[in-house]
């Protein structure tokens, strides 16, 4: 298993996480329904407004889905066939991306993680 992510607080206008999630089990990552839940939560923890959500299945696997937040958003998209899930969480606000990445990673139940944080835009 892989370390906690720790997050370190933004100094720039933006900050964006990418999380590279592996050995998930593929019929966790082809359920809309509980991605949708984990990546809500997930925002709801860091402290995030959620403003909406939308989800999609692919035929015949992957899923899809976006969390809009008042400070910006989380992308999910899935390859249940690889057991791999790739999440971005973008802010410009003040919330705390390490709680709702390590939330993640949990959830999905990700055997190995990888993450990086980039600062966007001005500092």
């Not at 969390?67 to 410009?92: K, R």
Request: hydrophobic share 40%; charged share 15%; with cysteine.
């Amino acid at each position: 298993m892989a370390s906690p992510i720790f997050i370190p607080k933004r100094t720039a206008l933006g900050q964006h996480v990418l999380l590279e999630l592996s050995q998930c089990p593929p019929g966790l990552l082809s359920d809309t329904g509980r991605l949708e839940e984990a990546m809500q939560e997930a925002a709801e923890r860091m402290g995030a407004t959620i403003v909406s959500s939308h989800f999609h299945k692919f035929s015949p696997y992957g899923a899809s889905g976006v969390v809009i937040i008042q400070e910006s958003h989380l992308t999910l998209h899935t390859w249940p066939e690889h057991g791999y899930a790739a999440v971005d969480i973008f802010t410009c606000g003040d919330i705390d991306l390490g709680t709702g990445a390590n939330f993640l990673a949990k959830a999905l139940q990700a055997g190995q993680w990888e993450w990086a944080a980039h600062d966007r835009g001005p500092s």
